[in-house]
T-cell receptor, first 115, second 108 residues
Framework: DAGVIQSPRHEVTEMGQEVTLRCKPISGHDYLFWYRQTMMRGLELLIYFNNNVPIDDSGMPEDRFSAKMPNASFSTLKIQPSEPRDSAVYFC?????????????FGPGTRLTVT | RKEVEQDPGPFNVPEGATVAFNCTYSNSASQSFFWYRQDCRKEPKLLMSVYSSGNEDGRFTAQLNRASQYISLLIRDSKLSDSATYLCVVNPGYKLSFGAGTTVTVRA
């Protein structure tokens, strides 16, 4: 079975540029989560969706960040404009209501560097 | 106060040794508890859920103490492949709160 798929795996961009990260959750999973991980702050939840609807975006750092989930198999996290402090690894994770509650499966992450 | 606090370590242990570490959580309403494992530059992966009665999975034993609000993980007969960061995870809902992780290094 395919796991959570993220693209790109690495992104290097200049300050001020728009960055779009992509995620395909595991088929059949109805929850999707976006996390950011840095050495200083650890793993932080940015936003999560249930059945494609954003439920909690309180972790989104500021208006430069936006996330969408147009359908059950695709989500994007956009940063516009990007800043050096956005450099981090961004993980997407998915889970399903049935089965083991709250067990989240993570994608391999996108390592973002903003110069 | 952080929702989940862990001793960052590192715990450096020889192969075959037993290593144990705890984490504490602040939200008494938390219902589910987990240990995730994260290898260097990789994604977190679920190691095991933690049940009220305590549970074992091979060489790994997890315990939950609701009264004192802490969770423990014990690794017996450590292997080199156990070297990783172990993340304590709790939740009162579908949001998971992750600890910063405890680093374990097993040496030959």
């Amino acid at each position: 079975d395919a796991g959570v798929i993220q693209s790109p795996r690495h992104e290097v961009t200049e300050m001020g540029q728009e960055v779009t990260l992509r995620c395909k959750p595991i088929s059949g999973h109805d929850y999707l989560f976006w996390y950011r991980q840095t050495m200083m702050r650890g793993l932080e939840l940015l936003i999560y969706f249930n059945n494609n609807v954003p439920i909690d975006d309180s972790g989104m750092p500021e208006d430069r960040f936006s996330a969408k989930m147009p359908n059950a198999s695709f989500s994007t996290l956009k940063i516009q404009p990007s800043e050096p402090r956005d450099s981090a690894v961004y993980f997407c994770a998915s889970s399903k209501t049935s089965g083991v509650p709250y067990e989240q499966y993570f994608g391999p992450g996108t390592r973002l560097t903003v110069t | 106060r952080k929702e989940v606090e862990q001793d960052p370590g590192p715990f450096n242990v020889p192969e075959g040794a037993t290593v144990a570490f705890n984490c504490t959580y602040s939200n008494s309403a938390s219902q589910s508890f987990f240990w995730y494992r994260q290898d260097c530059r990789k994604e977190p992966k679920l190691l095991m859920s933690v049940y009220s009665s305590g549970n074992e999975d091979g060489r790994f034993t997890a315990q939950l103490n609701r009264a004192s609000q802490y969770i423990s993980l014990l690794i017996r007969d450590s292997k080199l492949s156990d070297s990783a960061t172990y993340l304590c995870v709790v939740n009162p809902g579908y949001k998971l709160s992750f600890g910063a992780g405890t680093t374990v290094t097993v040496r030959a």
